[in-house]
């Protein structure tokens, strides 16, 4: 069996937990080898797992699949809410974490959205409270950037580029006029919570025309990978998942969220790391790949496993450099 575990996040976690110690994948990492990871780092790994082009992976029509089901040659963005916050002579962006949108809010919003800007090709739909989808009526080219990575920050220096841009910047200028003054915004700057005053678009794109090839069995927290997953045909589980029940298949993938939360990470050296490095010793499992994030993929077999003289160090030591 091969066993890929995708940790995006675990490099960012690792340096903001440094004094939490993980015995179990400590040890894995120590004894793996390692090689380069994609250029385009995330989206990369999941193309070459999925068996897709590297651009074939965009966030917003997987992560949309993930959400709704639904599968079309559309062009969507992610058009997350937001907060942009006046701060000087400069626009900063709030965690989304501080705006606890209800469905009942972004259904209301996406109303009226979609009253106004139907009969132009766009369309907003509102599957999750914190995950938007923007439907355009053609392909453009733009670089953007996710919000999540711009907390805090002032998004002058991140606001969509290239040559669709001027379409999204407007498109976003004239969403700030529509939800200003919203029944929505009133009653949340009543209740003394912040009003969602924008959207972010991101990750925009179309699913692909090829078909993935995807793992026998997906196991995850992620809605991009669930929506690879699914889009693949794989075998989809949420994590987390008793491990030892799955690992009857010659492919799995292990996609988890380890952003945020120390317990996260005590669930992964618990529920995922300890029983593969057991795994791995008793030839439960053939080869783990890991990715973590950053530039490096792990490389281990249950030969390496027995590194003995190659010693754990701290998470945070070993992925330094990735």
Known sequence: MQLTLFLPDLVSASASASIFRMPALETL?????????????????????????????TVAPFTRLADTGKRDDGVYFRADPAHLAADRDQLVMLPQSLLQVQPQE????????????????????????ERWYLRLPAAIACVTHAPASLA????????????????????????????HGHSVN?????????????????????????????????ITDLPLVLGLARFAASRCEPWPAALDERLDVPTLLLAVDVRDAADKLSDLEQRLAAPLLA????????????????????????????RFWRRRRPLSEILQLT
């Open 29 to 57: 990492l120590a004894r793996a080898d390692t090689q380069s990871a994609p250029q385009n780092g995330d989206l990369g790994v999941l193309a070459e797992i999925f068996g897709l082009p590297a651009d074939a992976v």
């Open 106 to 129: 972004a259904s209301a919003l996406a109303e009226t959205f979609n009253r106004t800007y139907a009969a132009d090709g766009y369309g907003l739909e509102v599957p999750h409270p």
């Open 152 to 179: 805090g920050q002032p998004v002058i220096d991140y606001m969509p580029a290239g040559d669709g841009a001027t379409l999204l910047k407007q498109l976003m200028n004239e969403v700030q006029m529509l939800f």
């Open 186 to 218: 009133q009653a949340r700057e009543t209740a003394g919570i912040p009003v969602i005053n924008s959207f972010w678009p991101w990750g925009g794109g179309r699913l692909p025309v090829m078909a993935a090839r995807g793992p026998a069995c997906v």
């Open 279 to 306: 795994r791995l010793h008793d030839g439960g499992i053939e080869s783990l790949q890991v990715y973590p994030g950053g530039s490096r993929i792990f490389q281990i077999s249950r030969a390496g496993s027995r």
